[in-house]
């Protein structure tokens, strides 16, 4: 069993287009993130999630809309997609909101034509 | 400051030691972890150290700690076709997230 899954794993979309990523953690953890790992490879956090509610929203254009419908589950939703959008998304979750010990989805890598 | 530093490449052979080295500016971090990516993957936690300790060994893994200078390595032992990988430092803070470094590619040739 996969312990964080995240979908689609690949998607190709057109500028000014509105998409989701889905995630879902199956740990039993409390808190969840989507971070942005650029071309250079730098992993930048986004966003955390403990039980539902959010705790941490890095300076990030409000385009990015994050919804935790339970503590399981933490999706992402771009609207107006742009080209510098374009980059590899990691879902991770860890035990609490303290940030130790991540652990990661695969990523989703987003290309934006 | 919450920059963390790492050189970007490190190549070595299959065999030898490799040594990946990681600076942070931070000296409230509570812990400090590396990560290991290895192509069209996510991260995966390797090991870490507490804040309080110098050393720790893992199996092939060697986390040393110098909190004077601020800086971390990663030594791994007897280097494996398989270890060829992007490799990251974090700290964490006494907040709630982790700051990555700007990774190490590690190469391992025969």
């Not at chain 1, 953690?25 to 955390?48: A, C, P, R, V």
């Not at chain 2, 907040?95 to 590619?105: A, C, E, P, Q, V």
Request: proline share 3%.
């Amino acid at each position: 069993d996969t312990a964080v899954s995240q979908t689609p794993k690949y998607l190709v979309t057109q500028m000014g287009n509105d998409k989701s990523i889905k995630c879902e953690q199956n740990l039993g953890h409390d808190t969840m993130y989507w971070y942005k790992q650029d071309s250079k490879k730098f992993l930048k956090i986004m966003f955390s999630y403990n039980n539902k509610e959010l705790i941490i929203n890095e300076t990030v254009p409000n385009r990015f809309s994050p919804k935790s419908p339970d503590k399981a589950h933490l999706n992402l939703h771009i609207n107006s997609l742009e080209l510098g959008d374009s980059a590899v998304y990691f879902c991770a979750s860890s035990q609490d909101y303290r940030g130790q010990k991540l652990f990661f989805g695969s990523g989703t890598q987003l290309s934006v034509l | 400051g919450e920059d963390v530093e790492q050189s970007l490449f490190l190549s070595v052979r299959e065999g030898d030691s490799s040594v990946i080295n990681c600076t942070y500016t931070d000296s409230s971090s509570t812990y400090l972890y590396w990560y290991k990516q290895e192509p069209g993957a996510g991260l995966q936690l390797l090991t870490y150290i507490f804040s309080n300790m110098d050393m720790k060994q893992d199996q092939r893994l060697t986390v040393l700690l110098n909190k004077k200078d601020k800086h971390l390595s990663l030594r791994i032992a007897d280097t494996q076709t398989g270890d060829s990988a992007i490799y990251f430092c974090a700290e964490s803070l006494n907040t709630d997230k982790l700051i990555f470094g700007t990774g190490t590619r590690l190469q391992v040739f025969p």
